[in-house]
């Protein structure tokens, strides 16, 4: 410990016997050591496992704050969940979470077909959503922009076709 205080990745306070570490957000690697961090042992691994059973989920993930790594300790975390999920089944799990991090968790569901037609139709939330950082928890991003690009092509076709 006192090794990576001395080169800044640490900082450290003393309080008469009691020593306090904590991580140096000024130092240059503190965005991968928080990224290592929430990856092994933090809110990421704990939603991963929650949904990743859930029955009809395709594509889960967090976006906001959280994965743009802009959140305070009392955030929400915004996850989004595709597919053909039962609320009641998903809620419960959620809930578990919240509970064990201490922090509210949103979850947007779509099914697919519905996330499909808001992507075709341009909506304003899911092409920011889309356009900014997310952290996968089931599924990739491949996946995730194959849906939407399968969506925005089908619409296409569909606008080709009312013009002809």
Request: glycine share 6%; proline share 2%.
């Amino acid at each position: 410990m006192d090794a990576l205080v001395r080169v800044g990745i640490l900082k450290k306070r003393v309080d008469g016997r009691r020593s306090y570490i904590k991580a140096n957000e000024e130092s240059p690697i503190f965005t991968e050591l928080r990224g290592l961090v929430e990856k092994t042992s933090g809110i990421v691994p704990m939603l991963r496992a929650s949904v990743k059973r859930v029955k009809g989920l395709k594509i889960a993930f967090i976006y906001g704050s959280l994965a743009r790594s802009e959140e305070a300790a009392e955030s929400d975390v915004d996850v989004m969940v595709l597919g053909n999920v039962s609320t009641m089944e998903l809620s419960p799990k959620l809930r578990a979470v919240e509970v064990a991090v201490g922090r509210q968790i949103n979850p947007t569901v779509f099914s697919l077909d519905e996330f499909a037609k808001k992507v075709s139709a341009k909506n304003h939330f899911l092409r920011t959503v889309l356009r900014n950082k997310k952290i996968m928890l089931v599924g990739t991003e491949d996946e995730l922009e194959s849906i939407a690009r399968r969506a925005e092509d089908s619409h296409a076709q569909v606008e080709q076709a009312g013009t002809r």
